[in-house]
């Protein structure tokens, strides 16, 4: 259900340009830590601070030219990120 989301997030910010961010660009932690306080930890209910086996992902990532903003944030389990990571470095273009 996740990737069904992804593509489809990816297709739509492809579709309206909503490309603000690259790879190569810096990852703003103001965004990060907006993201975090909309969205607590899942597994400490915590707004700031870390968040123990989860990490922080772009929906659509930065190396398919999605966004660095709080709304193309979500929570990933560690397990979760490395898997997609491993798909983002074989499909998005750097």
Known sequence: MRFV???????GALAFNL???????HRSRAVAREFQR????????RTRGACPGYRKDHIVPLACRGSDTAFNLQWQTIADAKAKDRWERKTCLR
């Open 5 to 11: 989301l992804f593509i489809a997030a990816m297709v």
């Open 19 to 25: 490309s603000l961010a690259s790879a190569s660009e």
């Open 38 to 45: 909309e969205h607590p930890c899942p597994s400490t209910g």
